[in-house]
């Protein structure tokens, strides 16, 4: 069973770092591009970063370009995304999810996600 | 960045009706559109890829069309389960935008 597990949100203060772990299992991770996709509370969903199989081919959405990186560790199956400056809005729910192939590029869509876990910045 | 605009933004409909949700790209993106089911606390879930592909395990009830600019999703006969917000998704190039949601609910 293909299992996203999100963890590492919480409430920061504006200007604040904070590091997403998503860890995965039930499949070769190694195999598949990953990506982040976040969600302001009753709001629509945000394309954050994804990132190729091999970490080859990195992309960002406009809004985070500069202060987040994404990185992943196939060693530990493992999918990181490093937020430093961070906003107001930036306050989301945050997803990671497996792509259904190796690329970022060309994408046939996000097959599983994870559980979200929550960002919240507020002084 | 390419634009996805979906109508209508609510619907309201009865069990067993068919419902047609569209999505509209700012751009030629071919076939590289996506649907995405969300239900309230939960996250999104894969329905349909490449415009028309169904993902497996999703009922035969939905189906997708289109290309170039214009997409739709269709709900053959409503379930109870299928009340949920709706999104579409260029994957044409990133960044990846999704479509502001289409919200279903029962009349």
């Known amino acids: 069973e293909v299992q996203l597990v999100g963890s590492g949100g919480g409430l920061v203060q504006p200007g604040s770092s904070l590091r997403l772990s998503c860890a995965a299992s039930?499949?070769?991770?190694?195999?598949?591009?990953m990506h982040w996709v976040r969600q302001a509370p009753g709001k629509g969903l945000e394309w954050v970063s994804g990132i190729s199989w091999n970490s080859g081919s990195i992309g960002y959405a406009d809004s985070v370009k500069g202060r987040f990186t994404i990185s992943r560790d196939n060693a530990k199956n493992s999918l990181y995304l490093h937020m430093n400056s961070l906003r107001a809005e930036d306050t989301a729910f945050y997803y990671c999810a497996k792509d259904s192939r190796g690329t970022v590029a060309g994408t046939k869509g996000f097959d599983y996600w994870g559980q979200g876990t929550l960002v919240t910045v507020s002084s | 960045d390419i634009q996805m605009t979906q109508s209508p933004s609510s619907l309201s409909a009865s069990v067993g009706d068919r419902v047609t949700i569209t999505c509209r790209a700012s751009?030629?993106?071919?076939?590289?559109l996506n649907w995405y089911q969300q239900k309230p606390g939960k996250a999104p879930k894969l329905l349909m890829y490449t415009a028309s592909s169904l993902q497996s395990g999703v009922p035969s009830r939905f189906s997708g069309s289109g290309s170039g600019t214009d997409f739709t999703l269709t709900i053959s006969s409503l379930q109870p389960e299928d009340f949920a917000t709706y999104f579409c998704?260029?994957?044409?190039?990133?960044?990846?935008?999704f479509g502001q949601g289409t919200k279903l609910d029962i009349k």
């Open positions: 751009q030629s993106i071919s076939t590289y």
């Open positions: 998704q260029q994957s044409y190039t990133t960044p990846y935008t």
């Open positions: 039930g499949f070769t991770f190694d195999d598949y591009a």
